[in-house]
């Protein structure tokens, strides 16, 4: 960082005036933010898809884009007798009467006798909020008559609006659980990692603000874009700007224990760590900033939302973490550190112990570190093997939903397919052989009859398939009905409906993997070169973070099969891949910033490097430990997609933390010296100014007495 900046936000002035535009500005944005996040996921299927299409077409007919919830009756064991059809009656009257309820047609009874299915049509037009009232009051009406239904009667209520109702109830009230668990996990991490009752106050306060600035913001970032910004992108961002600012923190108020023990003018000694930590930080940030940014190229809306709003949440947390934290711990004397208070010319802890022991390993036997490092790598990323793609709606949460079990219920004795049928639309004109070809595709149980819209241009018919939507024979079926009405000539029948939106979205996932995850690695390694100033480290930086990558999707993937969760969610391959390369990278910068600098100073890579490794070994391993808890906080919301990113990303960053940054990178820059930084080399005091400190010199005093070897002071 700039001198004159990095001296004028640690003065008194300086951070008075830092302070205060923080708290004036953060006012302004709590006053004039516009509404929250919706309270359910969005996942913007692009224009064009055929179930996007579908959509929009719909509204030429009489229903409009009209959605139905199905009540699933059933007696366990039995079949259904005449009071419990006389219930069933009962209970068509009470739906009826319920708020935005269209007319509701008679129930069927399934084939074994044991079931009843009776679909209720909401009013065309309803916007979430209502539909979601909606469904609440249905259910509420069906328990208020439970006492009139026979015993062993069961009546629940499944469907596309009881699919959505039960996933946006997921997230009621999850951004003040999220925030109050992320809180408490940064907060003991951090008094942990501090071992003082004070200063872990400070950070916490200052990227606690970041977080809740951040959350005023995506409101506007949505309005940019023209998409909304929900919850399941703010919980994302949340834990983001919490693990990354508290990353920057730990970093910087390190560097700044080491210049207390240097400097005696507290203030001096806060600058002084400003600019030595300055630039790393920058560019990690930089680096997660521009990877999160390729989500933009995507074709999925959320996944550009979240690209957009996320590399905003870094951004704010590298403000907070390198400007506002500083400033703060300006005003703050040296006592905020006891009981562990750094004077001048005391012992540096950072290159004692431990990490001065496994900075001896690995610089005494770097091959054979590198070798079982890259077994353990190898050995987990086995798990990819048996790892599987997609899930089903009932697969969606991890917790018991009434939508789920209705449907379970209803696959037992109905085609499973019945609560999320297809709709075809095609010309009027061929209407026959639209309906033909759609009776007679193999998957497909049931067809309605067609209905023209108010033109007469058009028809529209909707198919219930034998499987569930968003399973591997579902798609199958889509994708086969489709190619058969692609062949009738003059039909231009398009295939919608929620089995075809979840092909659809599964193929739109599937492009954003093929393009985003190339890009990912180009900007990263651009971004690593100029900041290295190297071609060799950015390509092994790079190599490490893909392979450790694989062994954290393996690893979790063996997790989620022991907890009989079947598969990934088809979102989650991409994001979990993107943070992980660019999380995993931060560390990297952290560890080979500060291994240049040393290699200057020493005049040597691999004294330098062993050197980093020991002043950094701590802190890195405590922002590793942290941003994975953080992550792994993402468990507490009751969806699928969130508990494996959360698992995913956080079994790969202490993967990243404890084995690639702690072994394998140090060992790599010891087999390769000088040509580490090629082409070109650390520059500074090195030969020219400072003794070469031979590494075997080196390496002779750690078989004496690690701690003189690698502190190197």
């Known amino acids: 960082m700039g001198e004159r900046f990095a001296s004028w936000i640690t003065s008194r002035i300086g951070a008075a005036v830092v302070l205060l535009s923080t708290v004036a500005l953060s006012a302004l944005v709590f006053l004039g933010s516009p509404d929250q996040p919706a309270p359910g996921p969005v996942t913007g299927l692009p224009e064009g898809r055929q179930s996007t299409r579908v959509t929009e077409l719909r509204d030429r007919f009489p229903g409009g884009r009209a959605e139905s919830a199905l009540v699933v009756f059933e007696r366990a064991g039995a079949p259904l007798g005449e009071a419990d059809r006389t219930a069933i009656e009962a209970a068509q009257r009470t739906a009826a009467a319920v708020t935005h309820v269209a007319d509701v047609p008679p129930a069927r009874f399934s084939d074994d006798g044991r079931a009843a299915l009776l679909p209720v049509p909401f009013d065309a037009g309803l916007d979430a909020p209502t539909r979601n009232a909606t469904v609440d009051e249905l259910r509420a009406a069906l328990r208020g008559t439970g006492s009139a239904l026979p015993d062993g009667l069961t009546a629940q209520v499944t469907g596309g609006a009881a699919f959505g109702r039960d996933i946006s109830a997921a997230f009621e009230g999850a951004d003040v659980t999220l925030l109050a668990a992320t809180a408490i996990v940064v907060a003991l991490l951090l008094l942990v990692t501090y071992r003082s009752p004070f200063l872990w106050i400070v950070p916490l306060a200052v990227i606690g603000l970041g977080d809740q600035v951040t959350a005023k913001l995506l409101p506007w970032l949505g309005q940019l874009i023209g998409e909304p910004t929900d919850a399941s992108i703010a919980g994302i961002v949340s834990v983001l700007v919490f693990g990354a600012g508290t990353d920057y923190a730990l970093l910087l108020i390190s560097r700044y224990r080491e210049e207390l023990r240097r400097t005696p003018d507290r203030r001096a000694a ?297 598969a990934l969610a088809s979102s989650v391959p991409l994001l979990s891949f993107l943070f992980l390369v660019a999380l995993g990278v931060d560390y990297n910068i952290f560890l080979v910033s500060r291994a240049r600098e040393e290699a200057a100073l020493r005049g040597d890579t691999r004294a330098g490097m062993l050197r980093a490794l020991s002043a950094t070994g701590g802190v890195i391993t405590s922002a590793g430990v942290l941003l994975a808890a953080v992550f792994t906080v993402l468990g507490v919301l009751p969806v699928i997609v969130l508990t494996q990113l959360g698992v995913i990303v956080g079994v790969g960053v202490l993967l990243d933390t404890l084995l690639v940054r702690t072994l394998v990178v140090p060992a790599l820059a010891m087999l390769l010296s000088e040509r580490f930084w090629w082409p070109s080399r650390p520059s500074g005091h090195g030969p020219v100014n400072a003794p070469r400190e031979p590494v075997a010199a080196l390496l002779r005093q750690t078989d004496q007495d690690p701690v003189k070897a690698v502190a190197g002071s």
């Open 270 to 566: 806060l600058a002084a760590a400003v600019r030595a930590a300055g630039p790393a930080i920058v560019g990690s940030a930089g680096t997660v900033i521009l990877a999160l940014l390729t989500l933009l190229t995507a074709v999925l809306t959320s996944n550009r939302t979240l690209g957009l709003a996320a590399a905003a949440g870094v951004a704010v947390a590298l403000v907070f973490g390198l400007v506002v934290l500083p400033a703060a711990l300006a005003f703050l004397p040296r006592g905020a550190f006891w009981p562990l208070v750094p004077t001048v010319g005391s012992a540096d802890s950072s290159a004692t112990g431990i990490w001065a022991r496994v900075a001896g390993i690995v610089g005494r036997r770097p091959r054979l570190v590198l070798a079982g490092a890259a077994l353990v790598l190898i050995a987990l990323s086995a798990g990819l093997l048996t790892t599987k793609i997609g899930l089903s709606q009932t697969e969606q949460f991890r917790t018991e939903v009434e939508s789920v079990q209705a449907q379970e219920v209803l696959a037992a004795h109905f085609p499973a397919g019945s609560s999320q049928p297809l709709t075809v639309v095609a010309n009027a004109a061929a209407a026959d052989a639209v309906t033909a070809t759609v009776r007679t595709t193999p998957g497909v149980a049931a067809v309605g009859k067609p209905e023209v819209s108010t033109d007469g241009a058009l028809v529209q018919l909707t198919a219930q398939l034998d499987h569930e939507s968003g399973t591997p024979d579902a798609d199958r079926t889509v994708t086969a009905l489709r190619e058969g009405l692609a062949a009738l000539d003059g039909a231009e029948a398009l295939v919608g409906g929620q089995p075809a939106a979840d092909l659809d979205q599964r193929d739109a996932n599937a492009r954003d993997n093929a393009v985003v995850a190339p890009l990912v690695l180009g900007v990263v390694l651009l971004v690593l070169i100029v900041l290295l100033r190297s071609i060799v480290a950015p390509l092994l930086l790079l190599l490490t973070v893909v392979v450790s990558f694989a062994a954290s999707l393996g690893a979790a993937s063996l997790v989620f099969a022991a907890l009989d969760i079947p």
